[in-house]
C-alpha cells in the first residue's frame, strides 16, 4: 500500500524479509556463536525470550550459518509433542520409518545417527521450538536420549527453544533438576534497547529500499517505548504509522503520528 509512496521495492517491517536482511543484535550475534559451541561440540543448550523478542529470527539466522557439508539440523515444534512422536518426528526428516513403540524407535534413531557420524562425518544438531509447551514426559525422554553410552558422549547437539517460563517456571523446579543439571549452555534472548530499536528500524528500511530516514528521533522514541523493545511490536507499530503517512500523505513518521496510531490502532500495546 505505501511501498511506491515511499520509493519502496519491499516491504519493510514484514514476516516476509529474507533471513540475510535480519537485524542481528550484539545479544543476537553472542547467542548464535554459543549455539554454534553447542553444535560442535554435542551439548544440551537451552535458549528462551519473551514472546516477539525474535526467538524464530535467531534460529533461522542460526540454522542459516551451520554448514551443510558439516552437519545435519533436525527442527520440530509440536506443542503437543510426545515421546513417539519426537523420535518419529526426527526419523522422519531422516527418511526413515519410526517404529511402532518408543524405545525401538529411540535405538533406530541412535543407529542412524552413528551412521551419520561414522559414514558421513556429520554432527547432527536437534531444534525443538516453543519447548515451553512441552510435558514432562517429553522434557524427560531427551535426558534419557542425551544418556547415551553410560553418559559418555552426546549422540546429538540438543537445543530447546521457548518462551521465559520455559527456564523460570518449568526447568527451576525441583522435579526438573535431573533435566536442568544437564544443560551446558543456557541463554535468554533480551528486548532491544532504544539504539537498538533505531538500528532495527533503519536496517528494515534499508531493505525496502527508496527513502531511509522516514521515522523522527522523537517517534523512534515512543516506538521502543511503546514495543518496550519487541521487534514483533516494532513492526506492527512501524507498518501501522506508515500505512497512516501513506493516508495522510506524509513523508515523515513524527512522535504525533505514532501516538495517534498508538491510540486509535494498536489498543494492546497501552
Not at 528500524?201 to 527513502?211: D, P, T
Not at 495522510?248 to 495517534?260: A, G, N
Not at 491510540?263 to 494492546?268: G, K, N
Request: aromatic share 10%.
Amino acid at each position: 500500500m505505501y511501498e511506491a509512496y515511499f520509493g519502496m521495492s519491499n516491504t519493510p517491517f514484514s514476516r516476509s524479509v529474507p533471513v540475510e536482511a535480519l537485524y542481528e543484535s550484539a545479544a543476537m550475534q553472542e547467542i548464535i556463536g554459543r549455539l554454534s559451541y553447542v553444535a560442535d561440540k554435542q551439548l544440551f543448550a537451552v535458549v528462551t525470550a519473551d514472546p516477539g523478542c525474535g526467538k524464530s529470527t535467531l534460529i533461522r539466522r542460526f540454522s542459516e550459518q551451520l554448514p551443510q557439508k558439516d552437519y545435519i539440523l533436525l527442527y520440530l515444534s509440536d506443542s503437543k509433542l510426545t515421546p513417539r512422536w519426537f523420535y518419529k518426528g526426527l526419523l522422519d526428516q531422516l527418511g526413515i520409518e519410526a517404529r511402532f513403540y518408543r524405545g525401538d524407535s529411540k535405538r533406530l534413531l541412535q543407529q542412524q545417527i552413528e551412521i551419520i557420524r561414522g559414514v558421513q562425518h556429520k554432527k547432527v544438531v536437534c531444534v525443538l521450538d516453543e519447548a515451553h509447551l512441552l510435558e514432562k514426559e517429553t522434557l524427560e525422554e531427551f535426558r534419557f536420549l542425551l544418556n547415551y553410552r553410560f553418559d559418555s558422549m552426546s549422540p546429538l547437539a540438543l537445543v530447546l527453544v521457548g518462551q521465559t517460563e520455559l527456564w523460570d517456571d518449568r526447568l527451576k523446579l525441583q522435579r526438573y533438576a535431573a533435566i536442568r543439571q544437564r544443560v551446558d549452555v543456557y541463554c535468554t534472548l533480551p528486548h532491544l534497547d532504544r539504539s537498538e530499536s533505531e538500528q532495527y528500524i533503519r536496517s528494515h528500511l534499508e531493505y525496502a529500499g527508496g527513502v531511509q530516514d522516514v521515522f523522527t528521533d522523537k517517534a523512534v522514541d515512543i516506538i521502543h517505548s511503546a514495543s518496550t523493545g519487541i521487534p514483533r511490536m516494532i513492526n506492527r507499530i512501524c507498518d501501522k504509522s506508515l500505512i497512516y503517512a501513506f493516508q495522510k500523505q506524509k513523508r515523515l513518521v513524527d512522535d504525533h503520528m505514532v501516538e495517534y496510531v498508538l491510540e486509535h490502532e494498536l489498543l494492546t500495546t497501552k
